[in-house]
Antibody, heavy 119, light 113 residues
Framework: LQLQESGPGLVKPSETLSLACNVS??????????WDWIRQPPGKGLEWIGSVSYNVNSDYNPSLESRVTISIDSSKNQFSLRLNSVTAADTAVYYC????????????WGQGTLVTVSS | DIVMTQSPDSLAVSLGERATINCKSSQSVLYFSNNKNYLAWYQQKPGQPPKLLVYWASTRESGVPDRFSGSGSGTDFTLTISSLQAEDVAVYYC?????????FGQGTKLEIK
């Protein structure tokens, strides 16, 4: 299984951050798995953003819930993250990752993509 | 939210010596119905994503060297590296997956003395 993030590396304040995670080597439509986004500000720790599973409601970190949408595009075998009204505090490396429904630890991660919020 | 607190924040250990990292959760992550602790450990090297080392508090992920071991239950956990190797220099994170939102410790930076 491989996960690969893609999207703009620079987003202006107050705009919407949009990233996609392409999943290869496995099907995103399996209800056996959850697909997650996690971020890491430069030099800091890890923050779970939220997750989605096929035909299951998304689950978000309450700290970001009002600004976040995570969804699946089964036709492309990918899932996406949208974070609106961004500020400099949203500057981070964004990782996509996978969890299995039989356990909830993150067993596969993408390489991560740095998103900078700046005008 | 379950708060995860690691200690120490940084650690310097000589090659071949033992390294011990602690993790404490603000509430128990032991699920009584299956007697499993919903606690994982990750290793992150510069410029890389975190790598899963240990899950269920003490089960080593496939391919992880046996010098890495996890222990503990309830709210107190430990990651031990029995004989530090140069390639073990990294930041280590614990993470609870007992309940959403899933939370990580702040990280422990491990260096060579």
């Amino acid at each position: 299984l491989q996960l690969q993030e893609s999207g703009p590396g620079l987003v202006k304040p107050s705009e919407t951050l949009s990233l996609a995670c392409n999943v290869s080597g496995g099907s995103i439509t399996s209800s056996t798995y959850y697909w997650d986004w996690i971020r890491q500000p430069p030099g800091k720790g890890l923050e779970w953003i939220g997750s989605v599973s096929y035909n299951v409601n998304s689950d978000y970190n309450p700290s970001l819930e009002s600004r976040v949408t995570i969804s699946i595009d089964s036709s492309k075998n990918q899932f996406s993250l949208r974070l609106n009204s961004v500020t400099a505090a949203d500057t981070a490396v964004y990782y996509c990752a996978r969890r299995a429904s039989s356990h909830w630890y993150f067993d596969y991660w993408g390489q991560g993509t740095l998103v900078t919020v700046s005008s | 939210d379950i708060v995860m607190t690691q200690s120490p924040d940084s650690l310097a250990v000589s090659l071949g010596e033992r390294a011990t990292i602690n993790c404490k959760s603000s509430q128990s992550v032991l699920y009584f119905s299956n007697n499993k602790n919903y606690l994982a450990w990750y290793q992150q090297k510069p410029g890389q994503p975190p790598k899963l080392l240990v899950y269920w508090a003490s089960t080593r992920e496939s391919g992880v060297p046996d010098r890495f071991s996890g222990s503990g239950s309830g709210t107190d956990f430990t990651l031990t590296i029995s004989s530090l190797q140069a390639e073990d220099v990294a930041v280590y994170y614990c993470q609870q997956y007992y309940s959403s939102p899933f939370t990580f410790g702040q990280g422990t930076k491990l260096e060579i003395k």
